[in-house]
């Protein structure tokens, strides 16, 4: 089993830069059927998505999706995710969820940084 991923502290936020992103991916949580959710953008340290269901504060998932990988690739990620803050979106159909991501392998990782930067 998987050990409790750590909550960054309040100076620990946005510390890095944010870069949007817009894709399909699937929110996985222990004990439920996978969520479709929508990306809405990604840093190194976190990434927001929409999501038809309100999750509290605290929640810890996965974030599956494809990410874009410059020119013209794409990679499969997996991120281990802590659920910082949920807040009702009406013009997004749901629930805007920012989520802390404090752990990545090196691979995804730089997937990340080459993104942002391109």
Known sequence: MNSPLPLPSNDERRN?????????????????????VRTMDISEGGISVLC???????TECTVRMSLPVPPTGRKLIELRAVV???ILSSSGG??????????????????IKVYIKN
């Open 52 to 58: 038809p269901t309100n999750l509290p504060a605290r």
């Open 84 to 86: 910082r803050y949920s």
């Open 94 to 111: 749901g629930f805007q969820l920012g989520m802390s991501v404090p752990v990545t392998d090196q691979a995804t990782s730089a997937a």
């Open 16 to 36: 890095h830069e944010r870069r949007i992103l817009k894709v399909q991916a699937e929110l996985l949580i222990t004990g439920r059927p996978p969520l479709a």
